[in-house]
T-cell receptor, first 111, second 113 residues
Framework: NAGVTQTPKFRILKIGQSMTLQCTQDMNHNYMYWYRQDPGMGLKLIYYSVGAGITDKGEVPNGYNVSRSTTEDFPLRLELAAPSQTSVYFC??????????FGEGSWLTVV | KQEVTQIPAALSVPEGENLVLNCSFTDSAIYNLQWFRQDPGKGLTSLLLIQSSQREQTSGRLNASLDKSSGRSTLYIAASQPGDSATYLCAVKILQGAQKLVFGQGTRLTINP
C-alpha cells in the first residue's frame, strides 16, 4: 500500500515553461487536494476534487489547472511558470470524514 | 473566512520538559481539528484528530484538547525528546463544501539534548 505518491520530487523550471506534477493514491479515496507551502507558512489550498470528473478551485488557483479523470490520479498543471510559483507542493487524499494522507512533497523552483 | 493561527512560530526547550503548543481559529463552525507533524523535507503526518463533539484525544505522550467556544486547541507533549523536534501544524476542517482543511503556519519545535 503506497499511499499518496507524488512525482517529481524536485524540479527547476525556467520562467514561461509548463509542467505537470503527478499525484496518485491507491486507497480509493474520493477526496483529493493540492496544497502549496511557502517558507515559514502553512499550507494553502490550490485545487481540490470530490471525485472523478469533479474539481473546484481553492484559495490560490491562479496559474494552475487540474483534472481528475480517475479516482486514483489528480495531476496539477502549471502553465507559464512564474517565480511566484516557487514553492513546495503537496498532494493529499482522504475518505470522507477520516484522516487525511499527504504525499512527500514536490520542490519546485522557477528561475 | 476561517483563519488559523499558531503562536509561537518557534519554540526551543530542554529535553525532558513538558510543553504546550497553541492553535486558535476564528470560526467555531468546524467539523474537526487535526494536529500534524512535519519533518524537514517531508510531508505531513497526522498525529491526532479531534471531532467537533470531542474535548480531547490522546496518543502516547501526546494530548490534544479542543475548546470550540473559545476557538482554541492545545497540543501537550509530555517528557519531550530530541526526536520530537519537528514543525507541528494544526488544521481545522470547515463545515462548508468539500471537507477542506485550513492550516495554521506551524510551530517549529526544537528539543535540546
Amino acid at each position: 500500500n503506497a499511499g499518496v505518491t507524488q512525482t517529481p520530487k524536485f524540479r527547476i523550471l525556467k520562467i514561461g515553461q509548463s509542467m505537470t506534477l503527478q499525484c496518485t493514491q491507491d486507497m480509493n479515496h474520493n477526496y483529493m487536494y493540492w496544497y502549496r507551502q511557502d517558507p515559514g507558512m502553512g499550507l494553502k489550498l490550490i485545487y481540490y476534487s470530490v471525485g472523478a470528473g469533479i474539481t473546484d478551485k481553492g484559495e490560490v488557483p491562479n496559474g494552475y489547472n487540474v483534472s481528475r479523470s480517475t479516482t486514483e490520479d489528480f495531476p496539477l498543471r502549471l502553465e507559464l511558470a512564474a517565480p511566484s510559483q516557487t514553492s513546495v507542493y503537496f498532494c493529499a487524499s482522504l475518505f470522507s470524514g477520516n484522516t487525511i494522507y499527504f504525499g512527500e512533497g514536490s520542490w519546485l523552483t522557477v528561475v | 473566512k476561517q483563519e488559523v493561527t499558531q503562536i509561537p512560530a518557534a519554540l526551543s526547550v530542554p529535553e525532558g520538559e513538558n510543553l504546550v503548543l497553541n492553535c486558535s481559529f476564528t470560526d467555531s463552525a468546524i467539523y474537526n481539528l487535526q494536529w500534524f507533524r512535519q519533518d524537514p523535507g517531508k510531508g505531513l503526518t497526522s498525529l491526532l484528530l479531534i471531532q467537533s463533539s470531542q474535548r480531547e484525544q490522546t496518543s502516547g505522550r501526546l494530548n490534544a484538547s479542543l475548546d470550540k467556544s473559545s476557538g482554541r486547541s492545545t497540543l501537550y507533549i509530555a517528557a519531550s525528546q530530541p526526536g520530537d523536534s519537528a514543525t507541528y501544524l494544526c488544521a481545522v476542517k470547515i463545515l462548508q463544501g468539500a471537507q477542506k482543511l485550513v492550516f495554521g503556519q506551524g510551530t517549529r519545535l526544537t528539543i535540546n539534548p
